[in-house]
């Protein structure tokens, strides 16, 4: 673990630091919760890192310079965030990196260059997620959560100091298409479709879990053949009527008496997968940002010198 000379603890709260950086990896229009935040602190556990366990956002930056309001006498806040830059070792190239993993049921707010170009910014209102590369300042506030003596960093704003350009998951630059004379009204987004957490709660009675996959039900053997004892009847009752009688006694003997077992292994394995699920949860913090459970708000600047807002 790395050895800083600024802790938690020394740092006040209600206070911005100024970080900035070219955008390497964010996600800042929506939260990470539910099956995509299980999935996160998966893959954190699985290469060596604490899981948030929290909903959050998330933004990595490279090339990170802490902007400081004086050069020459930085504040704790801004050597505290300065300190937590990293180098990524298969990325040497990228120079210093920050990350933080910012908790809490509030996005952040993302300013962009007016078009009036008059050095003024907008609110950006899209809703889409900002582009790998783009230059930035990530505005960071320090709190103090409940109940815990050192303070945290929570993500307030996200200054672009460029054209905006963004994520485009798969699809086709609206600049290439207008290359071809085809030119778009509005900006395309991705069609979402229903969540699979949204569908009937049908499919655990057809379905058995283990590990996280899903395989069909197996049937009793003892169901098939009564089935078929059914189709044969009508034929076998023309020769032999007496004989064909018991067929369909095997029918309601077969199946109840294994169904309640089948069922009650399917619900303990399914809690034991929530078990496992639940054991993942934690109160992480981010690489390179230890930032500790509170809330999102907060008085303070409204804005930095030289960033003014439009509306």
């Known amino acids: 673990m790395a050895n800083y000379r600024i ?3 020394q740092i006040t709260e209600g206070k911005n ?4 950086g ?31 366990g929290k909903p959050h956002i998330t933004a990595t930056i490279i090339h990170a310079e802490v902007q400081c309001a004086d050069p020459n006498n930085p504040t704790l806040e801004e050597q505290f965030v300065s300190e937590r830059r990293y180098d990524s070792p298969k990325r040497p190239e990228t120079g210093a990196n920050y990350s933080i993993d910012s908790k809490g049921s509030t996005l952040p707010i993302i300013a962009i260059p ?22 930035v300042t ?29 994520y485009n998951a798969g699809g086709v630059d609206p600049a290439e298409l207008a290359a071809r004379g085809i030119v778009l009204n509005g900006t395309p987004r991705p069609v979402q479709t229903t969540p699979a957490s949204a569908a ?15 395989f069909p039900t197996p049937q009793p053997a003892s169901a098939p053949v009564a089935v078929a004892a059914q189709a044969q009847a009508p034929a076998t009752a023309v020769a032999a009527p007496v004989a064909a009688a018991p067929a369909p006694v095997a029918v309601p ?4 008496a294994q169904a309640p077992a089948q069922e009650e292994t399917l619900v ?12 993942l949860k934690d109160n992480g913090s981010a690489v390179g940002a230890p930032v500790a459970t509170g809330p999102w708000g907060g008085s303070g600047e409204a804005q930095q010198a030289g960033i003014t807002y439009q509306g």
């Open 7 to 9: 802790s938690a603890s």
């Open 17 to 20: 630091v100024f970080i900035r």
């Open 22 to 52: 070219k955008l390497g990896f964010a996600v800042l229009a929506r939260l990470i919760e539910g099956a995509e935040l299980v999935a996160s602190d998966q893959r954190r556990t699985k290469n060596g890192m604490t899981p948030v």
């Open 114 to 135: 007016s078009p009036k170009g008059d050095g003024t910014y907008d609110q950006d209102e899209s809703g889409q997620e900002l582009a790998q590369g783009l230059d």
């Open 138 to 166: 990530l505005v960071l506030r320090t709190y103090k959560p409940k109940d815990f003596n050192n303070r945290g960093l929570a993500l307030e704003q996200v200054i672009v100091h460029e054209e905006p350009r963004y």
């Open 200 to 214: 009937p709660a049908a499919v655990p009675v057809a379905t058995e879990v283990e590990d996280g996959l899903s």
């Open 253 to 256: 003997v077969a199946a109840p």
């Open 268 to 279: 303990e394995k399914l809690a034991r997968l929530e078990a496992e699920n639940a054991s």
